[in-house]
Structures are given as structure tokens and as C-alpha cells.
T-cell receptor, first 113, second 116 residues
Framework: GDSVTQTEGPVTLSEGTSLTVNCSYE??????LFWYVQYPGEGPQLLFK?????EKGSNRGFEATYNKEATSFHLQKASVQESDSAVYYC????????????FGTGTRLQVLP | GPKVLQIPSHQIIDMGQMVTLNCDPV?????FYWYKQILGQQMEFLVN????????KSKLFKDQFSVERPDGSYFTLKIQPTALEDSAVYFC??????????????FGAGTRLSVL
């Protein structure tokens, strides 16, 4: 079945430094790719999604490019803030009749002031 | 944005008893999901539900689990009987579905289930 693999956390950065969270996926189809963010005590919420290969998604300074050849969707941000501390999930939506969404293991990011 | 409400936020129950977790999904959404997250671990798919039927379920969705949404009310996850390993946070999500490639899930804040 489909799967998503991402950088194992925790990742600890100082405020103002750059972030990359790697995400690779396996699927036989053409999924939509997502990044979700989960803050403590809350459910995951959509950061952004990209439905088409070779396109880029972005939100709040985060961005990722849907790389179909490399089957990757790495999350990047040039300058992180303390408020970015959260767990980040890469996910894909299978293009099947079941509308199932598969999540990666999550990467915990801690940004120090 | 759209809100999914989960009731209760925390449930403590003795092993072997029945528990029902309630989810009030986003109105006009058609697809409903349950995910399980053990503390500090990844979120794992349990089941999704559409038009009154289970669409797909994972190996974690044991025979003791069941889901339903009677007459457009709460989408519920029932566990009967509960086991110690069922202790986790259960997240409900809903989506409008439609074009399969745009399946954004909206999550509730989770119900923490503690089985003693």
C-alpha cells in the first residue's frame, strides 16, 4: 500500500535558522500531497496541499515542491520562529475510491528563542 | 475555519467496559475518519466512512470496534469491550471528498481515552 516516510525528530533549531524536513512517498498512483501541523493539545490542521506534480505549495513562510521524479515533498522554511514549534506531518491522499489519507510518522520541531 | 468537535475531551474507563467516542463533523462533509495516536507516536489510520458504510479499515480496527452515524447525528466510534492497549488519543476528521485528489481532512482536538 501507499506509504510516507519523513525526517525522524525531534529537530531542534534556533530562531532565525532554516528548516528542512524531508518527506518521501510511495504510491502507484497520482496522489495529492499535504503538510499538516499539529500544535500541543490540538488536532492536525492543514498547512498546505499540492495536487499536481512539479507544483509548489506554501503558507506562513513554509513551502514544498511536489517532485514526482524523486517522489519527494520536502518542507522548507528560510527562518523559523519559536511559534513554529509543533509536529509536522507529511501526508498523501490516495486516488482510490476510499478517499484514504496516509500520514507519515510526524517530525517534532522545537525552536529555541 | 471549519470545526470538528469531539466529545468528551478525556474519557477514563475500566478495562472490559464499553466506550463511545463522539464526533460532530463539519456540516455538509460526507467522509468521516478515525485516527489513533498513542502518546508520542505517529497518527495511525483506523477507518473511514461514507454514505453509511465503512469504506476502508486498517488492522488496528479490531472486531471490538464499530462506527456509525445514525441519521446525520454524531459520527461515533464504539469500543466493546475495551482493552489496555486501546489507551490513546482518538482523532476524528471529516472531509467533503469530491475530487479524490483534493481530500483535505479537518480534524477535531481529539479524545484522550485512558483504559485502566
Amino acid at each position: 500500500g501507499d506509504s510516507v516516510t519523513q525526517t525522524e525528530g525531534p529537530v531542534t533549531l534556533s530562531e532565525g535558522t532554516s528548516l528542512t524536513v524531508n518527506c518521501s512517498y510511495e504510491t502507484k498512483q497520482y496522489p495529492t500531497l499535504f503538510w499538516y501541523v499539529q500544535y500541543p493539545g490540538e488536532g492536525p490542521q492543514l498547512l498546505f496541499k499540492v495536487p499536481k506534480a512539479n507544483e509548489k505549495g506554501s503558507n506562513r513562510g513554509f513551502e514544498a515542491t511536489y517532485n514526482k521524479e524523486a517522489t519527494s515533498f520536502h518542507l522548507q522554511k528560510a527562518s523559523v520562529q519559536e511559534s513554529d514549534s509543533a509536529v509536522y506531518y507529511c501526508a498523501l491522499s490516495e486516488t482510490s475510491n476510499t478517499n484514504k489519507v496516509v500520514f507519515g510518522t510526524g517530525t517534532r520541531l522545537q525552536v529555541l528563542p | 475555519g471549519p470545526k470538528v468537535l469531539q466529545i468528551p475531551s478525556h474519557q477514563i474507563i475500566d478495562m472490559g467496559q464499553m466506550v463511545t467516542l463522539n464526533c460532530d463533523p463539519v456540516s455538509n462533509h460526507l467522509y468521516f475518519y478515525w485516527y489513533k495516536q498513542i502518546l508520542g507516536q505517529q497518527m495511525e489510520f483506523l477507518v473511514n466512512f461514507y454514505n453509511g458504510k465503512v469504506m476502508e479499515k486498517s488492522k488496528l480496527f479490531k472486531d471490538q470496534f464499530s462506527v456509525e452515524r445514525p441519521d446525520g447525528s454524531y459520527f461515533t466510534l464504539k469500543i466493546q469491550p475495551t482493552a489496555l492497549e486501546d489507551s490513546a488519543v482518538y482523532f476524528c476528521a471529516s472531509s467533503s471528498g469530491g475530487a479524490h485528489s483534493q481530500n483535505t481532512l479537518y480534524f477535531g482536538a481529539g479524545t484522550r481515552l485512558s483504559v485502566l
